[in-house]
T-cell receptor, first 111, second 116 residues
Framework: DAKTTQPTSMDCAEGRAANLPCNHS???????VYWYRQIHSQGPQYIIH???NNETNEMASLIITEDRKSSTLILPHATLRDTAVYYC????????????FGQGTELSVKP | GAVVSQHPSWVICKSGTSVKIECRSL??????MFWYRQFPKQSLMLMAT?????????EQGVEKDKFLINHASLTLSTLTVTSAHPEDSSFYIC????????????FGDGTRLSIL
């Protein structure tokens, strides 16, 4: 599975959009981009995933560049409860694919 | 949404004892479950992949005789830490995915294991 690169940490003001970047320049054509987050002392929470089209759900939007070498997770109106470590993971979209976690981005939402 | 339940949430026991952790998928059938370990200030490390009805596949460096995994049904996988020692103290997290292709994994809330 392709590796990802994320900033170590980011700050965001409460109520503003949080834009979390992820580079995955070696992604293969059959690999999906997954985003999870982990709030302190809890298990990771699934946020969103996509292959090449932009995706949106009730939690966030995922913007994938046309060449698929990078993506951005957008939390449209960040709240204090969005403070967490966010992981961007690429994985082959078949039944056997496992999730390998990198170091993620520690997002701090401040009042 | 899909729910994965992990039990117990925390356990403290003496060195040398064995500890069993359960992972259940509550509203879907999970043909594949995964076990992770996380040390403080570090990311999750995949330990093993378990498939229902077959032997688990362990990641490099993980002792299969130390960490016994059983996945006897489509909704239950167990991890037993045998003869636990203080260095096995960690946060253990399981995840499960449905049999349908391209479904995301869903994670339990983890088990904090402390060996005295």
């Amino acid at each position: 599975d392709a590796k990802t690169t994320q900033p170590t940490s980011m700050d965001c003001a409460e109520g503003r959009a949080a834009n979390l970047p992820c580079n995955h320049s070696t992604i293969s054509g059959n690999e999906y981009v997954y985003w999870y987050r982990q709030i302190h002392s809890q298990g990771p929470q699934y946020i969103i995933h996509g292959l090449k089209n932009n995706e949106t759900n009730e939690m966030a939007s995922l913007i994938i560049t046309e060449d698929r070498k990078s993506s951005t997770l957008i939390l449209p109106h960040a709240t204090l409860r969005d403070t967490a470590v966010y992981y961007c993971i690429v994985r082959v979209g078949n039944q056997g694919g496992k999730l390998i976690f990198g170091q993620g981005t520690e997002l701090s939402v401040k009042p | 949404g899909a729910v994965v339940s992990q039990h117990p949430s925390w356990v403290i026991c003496k060195s040398g004892t064995s500890v069993k952790i359960e992972c259940r998928s509550l509203d879907f059938q999970a043909t594949t479950m995964f076990w992770y370990r996380q040390f403080p200030k570090q990311s999750l490390m995949l330990m093993a992949t378990s498939n229902e009805g077959s032997k688990a596949t362990y990641e490099q460096g993980v002792e299969k005789d130390k960490f016994l995994i059983n996945h006897a049904s489509l909704t239950l996988s167990t991890l037993t830490v045998t003869s636990a020692h203080p260095e096995d103290s960690s946060f253990y997290i399981c995840s499960a995915r449905e049999w349908k292709i391209n479904q995301p994994q869903h994670f339990g809330d983890g088990t904090r294991l402390s060996i005295l």
